[in-house]
């Protein structure tokens, strides 16, 4: 297949995509990823504080480096195909 080195970096770019903005939209939390997030409520009668924990996929730094990994051999899976097939 003469193009198949491209179908690799457009998948690559897509991921690279695709892991930035769901990063960066989803909190960039730069420590680890979280499932849950606790917040204090305060309750209304008591006017005690109680935490709350709520179920909420924050995305952190080793989703970001998982996703650049996939980018990276992507890449690299369309650099070689592109070498065996020759310039173009």
Do not use: C
């Not at 970096?9 to 903005?21: F, M, N, P, R, V």
């Not at 990063?23 to 606790?38: A, C, D, I, K, Q």
């Not at 305060?42 to 179920?55: A, G, H, M, N, R």
């Amino acid at each position: 297949m003469k193009y198949s080195h491209k179908i690799f970096y457009g998948l690559g770019s897509a991921i690279a995509l695709l892991t930035l903005t769901f990063w960066f939209f989803g909190g960039m939390h730069l420590g680890w990823t979280h499932s849950n997030e606790t917040r204090m409520e305060i309750d209304p009668v008591t006017s005690l504080e109680y935490p709350v924990i709520e179920k909420k996929f924050t995305p952190g730094v080793d989703f970001l480096t998982v996703g650049l990994l996939a980018v990276g051999l992507f890449s690299i899976v369309g650099y070689v195909l592109k070498r065996k097939i020759g310039p173009q």
